[in-house]
């Protein structure tokens, strides 16, 4: 997030899109609602989808999913004709946008509505809304960035945010919610294809050579990795013979999952450390037994940049060990040097040490503060909780132009509908975790559909019937759930239940760029099981 | 009879609640909302009230597990970890760094997720360390 | 001397004859509830925020029935354990409770009809404070029935469904719970189905709510669901003239003692 958490609660005006914050980021959802309600922040969400968040919007835009170019670029072409563009922020902090007031000029109201389905008058609305706010925040999440058009996507909501001088001040912002309690962190620490800690690019010889020296090595690579579905692909073809995988269950979590299995059964050496014996690790060769958060200390960094310490409560169980001391014992084994530390605090000093935005971070000053937003670059660093104060990293913001396309699969007539995949309230990610939990999973023991009555009734489906869903890449067998939370045409299944892995159906193409799978849109087939 | 609350962070999405988990006598037995957290304010979702709820269940992994013949069978870490790095080493070796291919974890700790790059780019070889941001 | 150091004081003096003191810890400005063993430990003594101590005592008391304890009650609390014992849920037998009144804010902000203990108490610390009117209650008392519905409508539809309401009282502590059954509340919806869940749990916590405030400081939505709880609790009052937590004697309506023939 540019922003914090906390200073949403600023805002004059949110535009949710693209996030079901209510069941995905329960607290941040309902601290929204109480700005909303307590405050009377305005409320705008887009989705296609009437999650709770858009029964409370003062108004909801119901956009045809991977449509979000073309709403975006519309709100900004009804701002910049309304004379609601703020031309001094545009004028002193940007570049690029006459080219993109010339692109969202073709976006007119018309165009947007036959693309989105969004009525004009309700994008004139948000449009204005938005634009009048003094401070607007922008939220959203994996609704926006799983897409073939992702960062496209990304670059409009930040155009949009820029044109109306959204950024740089609390209350404002393009704020992504992060699905993961440390996905920020894994990013910040170099868990990526392409980056040492602190966002500090391979390809660069000047950071190579300082990790080099700092770790007592020659020869670290300086060509970009391969992403997680690359990977895959690369295990197919038999270019990676062996895989290490810590704590993520690829089999449940990529796209067009029957593949996966296939590439993951492929290899000459799979090797799977966890805390169960989830999808993924029944193909391994070796399994080895992680432990839980509960069972070490560390630190969490969360989606608005903000560490915070994860602390030991009981013993690891039965052999397992910490992760972190697993992969030191093994990196000795193999005869790595520079991986005899004696606790996870020793670690954030190597990573305070090599990597500026994390510099001020240490355990004695997270014990006192109880968090740091970075960047943190110094002792004395009191953190940021909003970034871009004054000036963008890279000095002038830069506006780029994005236009609409499809998604990369559209229905046709052998497979009329448009599934849109995520998840609920109740179970978080593959699920290995809350599916093993008795209350989350009493409250949702199953795997479901959302189809709107009025197709249900045309297929001739009722409520807790169960319906097949076929696409392209598979097929599977899940309860249908009837409701007018998707409008026709539209289903949506949640990717938690292994016994209705809704990725067996979902689209392997990525985005170019950022290489995202586009989960939120595949064409399927419904039929009565 | 020991009874406490360890204060540690919501392993669920990214928000950053606050919680303790209550520990009787070594297992954690409960969840407490935190109070006067900057982020959480003493709430949780139904996620976060149910966090302990999978910390000591029978499916846990407690011993490293080897395919043999088709079926796992338990083994000792050492075992483990030297079957791994021989395999690992001769893969190298014969068919360089990038035939190899690390996925770490946004559920584990920066301290891990650090340590594992760094194993992979400093010891490996290789820049194909990537885990789930994008799914 | 302050009122945390009195009850530094008191707790250590209980130490010597309990086997622990089930109290509050503050540890680098976080508070939560912590079963004290040594005196050593004091230093870490905590006063508020408030946590729902009774119900630390319910889980303790599982393990350890025989166990000699000593608590640390707030006027609320006090009377959350008078309920709970009734029900058999802590034996009050092995227990020293030791009286913390709340100060006149505590008692505002909670809008406290009586922000001391008075009845198990074997130690007091603090002074009495008056007691506060509940006039979110009071307000809501006065409208017509349509506008009350109106009200609790709109608050009900912010919620999550965490279960932090139930969750958080002390007072809540059935093995099977009816807010978790498909029959009454439908499973996986959120916000659960109006009023069904918001309203089973209302009318359960008849003869039982002490108005703690715990589900209401713990829900992340803020809705006031205490003031309706309050409301009920004045209806029963009128109706059986009961007051749930005043003393250990009266039997609650709602419950049948085990000797009469249903």
Same mark, same amino acid.
């Given at each position: 997030m540019t922003n914090s958490v906390l200073d949403l609660e600023e805002a004059d005006c949110i535009l949710i899109t693209g996030s079901n914050t209510t069941e995905q980021h329960p607290i941040i959802g309902t601290r929204i609602l109480r700005a909303h309600e307590e405050r009377g922040a305005k409320l705008i969400v887009a989705d296609p989808r009437r999650i709770q968040m858009a029964i409370h919007a003062d108004l909801w835009l119901r956009q045809r999913p991977g449509s979000d170019v073309a709403w975006l670029n519309g709100m900004m072409n009804i701002i910049i004709n309304e004379s609601l563009a703020d031309e001094e922020f545009i004028a002193n902090r940007t570049e690029g946008f006459e080219e993109v007031k010339e692109a969202v000029a073709r976006y007119t109201p018309d165009v947007v509505e036959r693309i989105s389905g969004i009525p004009q008058e309700e994008l004139r609305q948000a449009a204005l809304m938005y634009g009048q706010a003094e401070r607007a925040a922008i939220v959203y999440a994996m609704g926006i960035t799983q897409h073939t058009s992702g960062v496209d996507h990304v670059k409009a909501c930040a155009n949009l945010a820029m044109i109306t001088g959204?950024? *740089? %001040?609390? $209350?404002t912002g393009v704020n992504p919610l992060r699905g993961q309690n440390n996905v920020q962190g894994a990013c910040d620490m170099g868990a990526l294809v392409n980056v040492y800690p602190g966002y500090q690019v391979v390809t660069n010889p000047e950071f190579t050579q300082k990790f080099e020296e700092a770790w007592g090595v020659t020869g670290c690579s300086d060509k970009v990795g391969l992403t997680v579905t690359e990977m895959i692909d690369a295990a197919e073809r038999g270019e990676v013979k062996a895989m290490y995988i810590m704590g993520e269950n690829p089999v449940l979590s990529d796209p067009d999952s029957n593949h996966v299995i296939e590439a993951l059964q492929a290899l000459d050496l799979l090797v799977v450390q966890d805390i169960f014996l989830t999808e993924t690790a029944e193909l391994a060769d070796v399994v080895l037994p992680g432990c839980s958060y509960a069972e070490k200390d560390g630190t969490f960094t969360g989606t608005d940049r903000r560490v915070q310490l994860v602390r030991q409560a009981v013993p690891p169980i039965g052999d397992s060990k910490a992760d972190w001391v697993i992969i030191c014992e093994l990196a000795q084994r193999m *005869?790595? %040097? $520079?991986?005899?530390?004696?606790s996870p605090a020793q670690i954030m000093e190597e990573i305070a040490s090599l990597t500026p935005i994390y510099a001020g971070v240490s355990y004695q000053r997270l014990e006192e503060q109880g968090f740091l937003q970075w960047p943190c670059r110094t002792a004395e660093d009191v953190g940021t909780p909003y970034l871009h104060e004054g000036q963008f990293t890279r000095g002038l913001g830069k506006m780029h132009v994005v236009e609409y396309q499809d998604p990369a699969e559209m229905p046709d007539d052998e497979y009329p509908f448009m599934l849109t995949t995520g998840r609920n309230m109740f179970h978080f990610h593959t699920g290995s975790m809350t599916r093993r939990s008795a209350k989350l999973e009493q409250e949702s023991p199953e795997g479901y559909v959302e189809v709107n009555p009025e197709d249900a009734a045309e297929l001739g489906v009722s409520d807790g019937e169960q319906v097949k869903l076929l696409s392209r890449r598979g097929e599977i067998q899940a309860k249908a759930w009837v409701t007018d939370r998707v409008p026709r045409g539209l289903v949506f299944a949640p990717f938690h239940y292994a016994e209705a892995a809704a990725n067996v159906l979902t689209n392997p193409a990525l985005d170019p760029q950022a290489k995202i799978p586009e989960y939120k849109v595949c064409a399927v087939r419904l039929e009565a099981a | 009879m020991e009874y406490r609350n360890v204060l540690t962070t919501c392993p669920y999405c990214g928000t950053g609640c606050a919680l303790y988990l209550q520990v009787l006598d070594g297992s954690v037995v409960g969840t407490l909302p935190v109070k006067g957290h900057p982020i959480s304010e003493g709430a949780l979702c139904i996620k976060g009230w149910n966090a302990?709820?999978?910390?000591?269940?029978?499916?846990?992994?407690t011993k490293p597990l080897i395919r043999e013949q088709g079926q796992f069978r338990e083994a000792g870490w050492d075992e483990a970890y030297n079957l791994i790095a021989d395999r690992f080493s001769s893969f190298k070796s014969d068919f360089g760094p990038d035939s190899l291919a690390v996925l770490s974890s946004a559920k584990c700790t920066n301290e891990e997720n650090y340590l594992l790059q760094k194993f992979t780019r400093a010891f490996l070889g290789t820049n194909n360390v990537d885990h789930c941001a994008r799914l | 001397m302050n009122r945390l150091e009195a009850l530094r004081n008191a707790v250590g003096e209980l130490l010597d004859k309990v086997e622990g003191v089930i109290a509050l810890r503050n540890k680098s400005g976080h508070v939560a509830p912590h079963l004290f063993r040594e005196r050593e430990e004091l230093n870490g003594l905590g006063l508020s925020p408030k946590y729902p101590l009774p119900a630390t005592l319910r889980l303790i008391q599982n393990e350890y029935p025989e166990a000699k304890l000593g608590i640390v009650c707030r006027g609320c609390e006090e009377r959350g354990l008078i309920e709970m014992a009734k029900r058999n849920q802590v034996e009050l037998g092995n227990v020293t409770v030791i009286g913390l009144a709340c100060t006149a804010d505590e008692a505002e902000e909670c809008r406290c009809a009586k922000p001391y203990p008075s009845v198990l108490v074997d130690a007091h610390v603090g002074e009495r404070t008056e007691p506060v009117p509940d006039r979110v209650a009071e307000e809501l008392r006065q409208k017509e029935v349509a506008e009350r519905l109106s009200f609790w409508r709109s608050q009900f539809?912010? &919620?999550?469904? &965490?279960?932090a309401c139930r969750n958080a009282c002390p007072q809540c502590f059935c093995p099977e719970c009816t807010l978790e059954e498909e029959l009454w509340v439908e499973r996986g919806r959120v916000p659960p189905p109006f009023p069904s869940f918001h309203l089973i749990r209302a009318m359960h916590t008849a003869g039982k709510c002490v108005g703690c405030r715990e589900c209401e400081l713990s829900c992340p939505a803020h809705i006031p669901m205490t003031a309706l709880y309050a409301l009920i609790r004045q209806e029963m009052g009128e109706m059986f003239g009961y007051e749930p937590g005043v003393d250990l004697e009266d039997q609650p309506p709602l419950v049948l003692p085990m000797e009469v023939e249903i």
């Open positions: 959204n950024l *740089g %001040r609390a $209350g *005869g790595a %040097r $520079g991986f005899d530390y004696a | 302990h709820g999978f910390i000591h269940h029978a499916d846990r992994l | 539809d912010k &919620c999550i469904k &965490c279960y």
